[in-house]
């Protein structure tokens, strides 16, 4: 089955800094690639995703980075707000024949935005 | 409903006891996941609902777990005779398309075994 890692475990910046979290995955076959922060006590919330065709998007302060030959993939938030403090999950769709998004998750990135 | 909600949100339980989670997604979505969150992990994919057709429980621990969908609306996840292990966040999310382009996720229930 699939396997993503991430990088690093834990972060921190100053207010206005840029932050990158890495992924890999192990699965070639995977072609959906979402990105979830998760706040204390909440679920995780999908902010960003990029599918195999693509290999950029952007939304604003965040992007998303895909390169498929070495089948890892990154996140970039610039100009960091306190509020963007929280845990962030990379996750990779399970190709495996499967008509459904079933997900692998990395094991999260704790962000830490300094004023 | 706005969003995913799950009941309770916080479930102490003595070991050997059964407990039922709740989920109920965004009307309309036919597709429900189940998800276990370790701490300081992330989520681990437990069992795949389509409407009322279970399609995928390959993530289930154990015999221990199980769960249904009997009306293609709200699911329940039972845990049989928990164990110190069980302890965990249960998510469940739900999406409108089999969850090919993400999911919404509910704040889980946070399960304790003593």
């Known amino acids: 089955g699939e396997n993503v890692e991430q990088h690093p475990s834990t972060l921190s910046v100053q207010e206005g800094d840029s932050a990158v979290i890495k992924c890999t995955y192990s699965?070639?076959?995977?072609?959906?690639f979402p990105w979830y922060k998760q706040e204390l006590g909440k679920g995780p919330q999908l902010i960003i995703d990029i599918r195999s065709n693509v290999g950029e998007k952007k939304d604003q302060r965040i992007a998303v980075t895909l390169n498929k030959t070495a089948k890892h993939f990154s996140l970039h938030i610039t100009e960091t707000q306190p509020e963007d403090s929280a845990v962030y999950f990379c996750a990779a769709r399970d190709a495996g024949g499967t008509s459904y998004g079933k997900l692998t998750f990395g094991q999260g990135t704790i962000l830490t935005v300094h004023p | 409903g706005a969003g995913v909600s799950q009941s309770p949100r916080y479930k102490v339980a003595k070991r050997g006891q059964d407990v039922a989670l709740r989920c109920d997604p965004i009307?309309?979505?036919?597709?429900l996941f189940w998800y276990q969150q370790a701490l300081g992990q992330g989520p681990e994919f437990l069992t795949y609902f389509q409407n009322e057709a279970q399609l995928d429980k390959s993530g289930l621990p154990s015999d221990r777990f199980f769960a249904e969908r009997p009306e293609g609306s709200v699911s329940t996840l039972k845990i049989q005779r928990t164990q110190q292990e069980d302890s965990a966040v249960y998510l469940c999310?739900?999406?409108?398309?089999?969850?090919?382009?993400?999911?919404?996720f509910g704040s889980g229930t946070r399960l304790t075994v003593v």
């Open positions: 009307s309309g979505h036919v597709s």
């Open positions: 999310a739900s999406s409108p398309d089999g969850g090919m382009g993400g999911y919404t």
């Open positions: 699965d070639s076959a995977s072609n959906y």
